[in-house]
Antibody, heavy 112, light 107 residues
Framework: QIQLVQSGPELKKPGESLKISCKAS????????MQWVKQAPGKGLQYMGW????????TYADDFKERFVFSLETSASTAYLQINNLKNEDTATYFC?????WGQGVMVTVSS | DIQMTQSPSLLSASVGDRVTINCKAS??????LNWYQQKLGEAPKLLIY???NLQTGIPSRFSGSGSGTDYTLTISSLQPEDFGTYFC?????????FGAGTKLELK
């Protein structure tokens, strides 16, 4: 069955960086784009963008063009989300998602 | 950007009720509208894709309809496991956008 398994929770300080992983299984990784979605505590869903898993080309929504990087390790069927220069407002759960299936989410807490 | 306005934001209903949740787009989204259900602490689950296509494994009491700018999710007979938050999502025009959500709670 299709699975997207994400890395564990993160506690970071403002200004630090982090890299979240999303390992796919149960399908051909390069057949489907990978999307990223942010959910701040108690809030709705915010679409961050997606990465073409065949070409590695990322596409970012406007709010995520500056400090956010989508990348791939195709040989490991894994997608990554890197967030640089973390800010308090980055505190959220981050989901990777295929068209039909989602990872379990990674809770990121940014606090001094 | 296309704005997705969901209504109501909060819906109180009882088991067995028929409920509808609405989503209005700020411009035509050509039926590229998905519905997701999210329970507390879990990832969203795809229920309906492209307006009216039931995702595999989703009970037939869920249905979707609409066109142009107006879309509806209907649950024909509410079951205890249906309580949670529902989101619409348009993937017609970049940037893709979600509605703010409808929290469906037990009356």
């Amino acid at each position: 069955q299709i699975q997207l398994v994400q890395s564990g929770p993160e506690l970071k300080k403002p200004g630090e960086s982090l890299k979240i992983s999303c390992k796919a299984s149960g399908y051909t990784f390069t057949d489907y784009a990978m999307q990223w979605v942010k959910q701040a505590p108690g809030k709705g869903l915010q679409y961050m963008g997606w990465i073409n898993t065949q070409t590695g080309k990322p596409t970012y929504a406007d709010d995520f063009k500056e400090r956010f990087v989508f990348s791939l390790e195709t040989s490991a069927s894994t997608a990554y989300l890197q967030i640089n220069n973390l800010k308090n407002e980055d505190t959220a759960t981050y989901f990777c998602a295929r068209d039909t299936d989602w990872g379990q989410g990674v809770m990121v807490t940014v606090s001094s | 950007d296309i704005q997705m306005t969901q209504s109501p934001s909060l819906l109180s209903a009882s088991v067995g009720d028929r409920v509808t949740i609405n989503c209005k787009a700020s411009q035509n989204i050509n039926k590229y509208l998905n519905w997701y259900q999210q329970k507390l602490g879990e990832a969203p689950k795809l229920l309906i894709y492209n307006t009216n296509n039931l995702q595999t494994g989703i009970p037939s009491r869920f249905s979707g309809s609409g066109s142009g700018t107006d879309y509806t999710l209907t649950i024909s007979s509410l079951q205890p496991e249906d309580f949670g938050t529902y989101f619409c999502f348009q993937h017609n025009s970049w940037p893709y956008t979600f509605g703010a959500g409808t929290k469906l709670e037990l009356k």
